[in-house]
Each structure stands twice: as C-alpha cells, then as structure tokens.
C-alpha cells in the first residue's frame, strides 16, 4: 500500500486516513473528511480516528461500526463541550478486506466509494449505497461485499483530493476515472506507489487548505496450501480425529512445535461448541504471519471469559485458551460467530512456506500479528 498526505496549512481541517490490521489476516481501511474551521474542528480528525481504531478492533462488520461511530459524533457535537459550534459535518468510507475470501465489505457515512483498478487495468467505482454524514443522529448505512482479484488495487480518496470548487464530488471522481485510466494507459498496470503518486500529483489543490488524503491498497490473497479447514461432528467422540488431522498438518507446515497448544486450543474450542450450540461447526487454520485457528458455529451468544474459583469444575476452557494463544477473540457472523486464536509462528524461515494440506479420513482439507500503521499524524 501507499499513502499520500498533506496536513492543513489554515484553520480548516480535512481529509484523515486509517489503516488497522485485523485478527484472522483481515485489514481494516478507512479515508474521511471533516469539515469546519479551528484547533477544535482539527481536533475532530483525532477523535473519529482514534474511534475508528478501537471500534475496528471490535471486529464490527462495517455497517455496524458507522452506526456507532454515528452515535459517538451525535453526542460529541452536542455534549456539554460545545463543539458543534466549530464542526459542520464529517463522512466516512470504511471497508474490511479478507485475503482468505479475496471479499472486500464497504459502507459510507456520505463518502464516495472508492476506486478499484482490476489486475488487467479496468476502473471501476462500485455501487455502494450511501448513509448520511456522521453527527446527524439515526444514520442508517449499508454494507457493499463484492470480490476483489488478487492484484487489484483500491483507491481511497478524501473529499479534499476529489472536491472541485464549484463543481462537486461528482467532477471529482469523473476526473479521478479519468487520471487512473490515462495512468494505466501510458504505464500498464503499475504497483500502489506509483498509482499514488500519479493521482496525488493531478489532484491535490493548488491553493493550500485543509488536510489533504490518498490511500492506494493492492490486495492479495492467501494461498490454498495456506489454509486447512474440517467440517466438525457434533459427537463429541470425533474431537480425537480431529486433533490427529490438526497434528499432522502443522507437521506439513513445518509447525511441530505448536503442535501440543494448537491441540489443547483446539479441543476447548470445539467441544465447547459441540456443547453449548447447534447446528453446523466448523475448524479452519490460517499459516502466514501468525497461526490462526478459527471455529466458526451457528450460535450468536458471544462466549466470556470468567474467573473460575478454586472449587468450581468448570470455567477454565477460556482462561486456558487466553493463556495459551498470544490473542483471542470472537467476531459475529452472517451465519452466527467465530472465535479465534493467535499464536506466533516459532523463529524459522521455512515455518509455514512450503505448507500442503493433508487430506484425512473423515475430516477434508480444503486446504491456508496484528498491527496499526498510522500513515498521517493528528
């Protein structure tokens, strides 16, 4: 990816940008604009920001987190600070890319959407249904998925880049299909740096102003040896089947060292759903930066961690599996929840490289650290 950013240089404020890595190897991206003038209406920029990052962590599909993010901004343009008085508004793109599906999910908080250039050069805007700006109270927005090749490249632009004076957002975007087609016309198909150089030089304001922000992500998928997944038998019985196939498969990937944990986090995982749900189960692991193992069930009731006392005989499932993977979590799904786990990878070049599924009997292969980069100061 890359970015391109110029900070106010008067009262205005501007175009913010945000990128947050997301557990299971997804990536959250997010551009918005504030308009308003002084130290405060600048201020805003770090408070939709910081929100931003937090809410994201939360896993919310994107809807959900501008409908939040909504609320947070209704109540700081009209709490006990005063600050609406110095803030006129604020839109918002948020999208969720998952290199396992190779799905990208946007919604928009009176954003333009962003621009995709296909791996063969095509520009496209997709259509994505526009919510109102934020700070308006009762916002109703709407998440957009749609499949993304690998290699494509997505084009997040604030209102600052794309806004001409007298003219509209509509000019703008006509004019940035036109920039990204001529660009790919007379270069090919070129990586995110020069697409952003290339768009950031024809379109940023001649006149200083506000806070002007590009961001230019190419995607990429994870790859079938990558990824291992199983159907689950809600028999109890089956879970030893299961840990065999896990071991042998982080064997091929080179992992014989989290052989032992991956198994203990796997069977509190799986026998608490075959305990507490109904309906389908299923286990699937990701090998890139981090092992990840995923067990996605049909149930909505988020699991909590509690502290078992020292006669209770249960309640420790959790806290083993906290203690045991670097980090944990659970995230809603369309179909009920997943719960996850992250354990670092042992300090090999090869761990996890040359990985090919294993087809087990029973039991299928189909077969796969987070971090925040913050690319423009507050």
Not at 149 to 158: F, H, N, R, Y
Not at 194 to 214: H, I, N, S
Not at 275 to 294: F, K, S, V
């Amino acid at each position: 990816m890359a970015v391109r950013y110029r900070p106010a240089r008067s009262e205005t404020s501007g175009d913010w940008i945000e990128l947050v890595a997301l557990p299971e190897n997804r990536v959250a991206m997010a551009v918005g604009s504030v308009v308003g003038c002084g130290p405060r209406a600048r201020a805003w920029i770090g408070r939709l920001r910081g929100a931003v990052r937090n809410l994201a962590s939360t896993g919310l599909p994107p809807d959900e987190l501008l409908s939040r993010l909504d609320h947070l901004a209704t109540r700081w343009g009209h709490g006990p600070d005063a600050w609406q008085g110095f803030f006129r508004g604020a839109t918002c793109l948020y999208a969720i890319y998952d290199p396992v599906s190779r799905r990208c999910a946007v919604s928009l908080a009176g954003h333009r959407p962003p621009a995709v250039i296909s791996p063969h050069g095509r520009v496209e805007f997709p259509d994505v249904p526009a919510g109102p700006p934020l700070g308006l109270g009762g916002g109703s927005f709407t998440t957009a998925e749609w499949e993304v090749p690998e290699g494509s490249q997505l084009v997040l632009c604030g209102h600052g880049l794309i806004q001409r004076r007298g003219r509209g957002a509509n000019a703008g975007s006509a004019l940035l299909r036109r920039v990204l087609s001529r660009a790919v016309a007379r270069k090919g198909v070129v990586g995110p740096e020069e697409t952003c150089a290339a768009v950031f030089e024809a379109l940023r304001p001649v006149r200083p102003g506000g806070a002007v922000a590009l961001m230019v992500a190419r995607t990429r998928g994870l790859r079938p040896d990558q990824i291992a997944d199983w159907d689950v038998s809600s028999e109890p019985a089956a879970v030893a089947d299961l840990r065999a196939a896990v071991t042998r498969q982080l064997a091929h990937w080179g992992l014989d060292d989290l052989a032992f944990t991956t198994e203990l986090i796997l069977s509190e995982l799986v026998n608490n759903a075959i305990r507490y749900t109904t309906g389908p189960i299923h286990l699937r692991l990701l090998c890139d930066h981090a092992l990840t193992c995923e067990v996605f069930d049909s149930s909505t009731a988020i699991p909590h961690l509690h502290q078992a006392s020292t006669m209770d005989e249960g309640g420790r499932g959790l806290f083993l599996v906290a203690r045991l993977a670097e980090r944990w979590g659970t995230r809603c799904t369309q179909a009920g929840k997943v719960i996850w786990t992250e354990q670092p990878l042992p300090q090999t070049p090869a761990a996890g490289m040359d990985a090919r599924p294993v087809a087990t009997t029973g039991h299928p292969s189909q077969g796969s650290r987070a971090g925040h980069y913050d690319p423009c100061p507050v």
